[in-house]
Every structure is written in C-alpha cells, then in structure tokens.
Nanobody
Framework: VQLQASGGGVVQAGGSLRLSCRTSGGILSSWSLAWLRQGPGKERELVANIRWGAGNTYYPEDTKGRFTISRNKGEKTVYLQMDSLKPEDTAVYFC???????????WGQGTLVTVSS
C-alpha cells in the first residue's frame, strides 16, 4: 500500500483544516488507516484511527471531539477534519496503514500543519 498525504498549511488558532491521504494498492477491509503526528521536540503520536472496512474509529483524549477521521472507499482516500485547532496541534502529520492500531507498516510522507496563536 502506498500513501500520499496532502492538505497541510498554516491556520490560526480556532480554525479548521482538512488533510487527505490518497491510497494506492489493495487495502484489506480489516486493516486500519490512521493519522499520526510529530510535533517539535516530541515523539510521534496517534491522533485518529479508522478500520477500513467497518469504519470504526478511535481517538485519543486530546483529539476526541475536535478531529474527525473518515474514509471514502471509492476514492481510496482517508480524511482528517481538524476543528478548533490549537497551537499545540502544530506538527508534521503522517498517514499510515496496517493490520491494527499501532501496527502500521505503510507510511505516507508528512504534511506540515502550523497553528498560529
């Protein structure tokens, strides 16, 4: 599976941004697609995960209620809608795919999101 992320940019605090991750190659319905991020001086962290087939989603506490992950099977694309953005959301965002949450084997290139205060 190959992944290509896009949609990053600069946004003011409180604003919104939508990231896209276009996939190519076969994705099993049981696989998980995810968005992760790595901020300056921080470790990479999961921000949202979705099961490709069933569409079940998972969010950690700091993104729950603000971020929404979705997928369009026909377009083979995963989206991350980010609302109420905070300066601490500034990071390089990556999309990834794998057999389960945390077990990602394919990675896209990062896309930079900068939230200004």
């Amino acid at each position: 599976v190959q992944l290509q992320a896009s949609g990053g940019g600069v946004v003011q605090a409180g604003g919104s941004l939508r990231l896209s991750c276009r996939t190519s190659g076969g994705i099993l319905s049981s696989w998980s697609l995810a968005w992760l991020r790595q901020g300056p001086g921080k470790e990479r962290e999961l921000v949202a995960n979705i099961r490709w087939g069933a569409g079940n989603t998972y969010y950690p506490e700091d993104t729950k209620g603000r971020f929404t992950i979705s997928r369009n099977k026909g377009e083979k694309t995963v989206y991350l809608q980010m609302d109420s953005l905070k300066p601490e959301d500034t990071a390089v965002y990556f999309c990834a795919a794998g057999r389960s949450i945390g077990d990602y084997v394919s990675w896209g290139q990062g896309t930079l999101v900068t939230v200004s205060s």
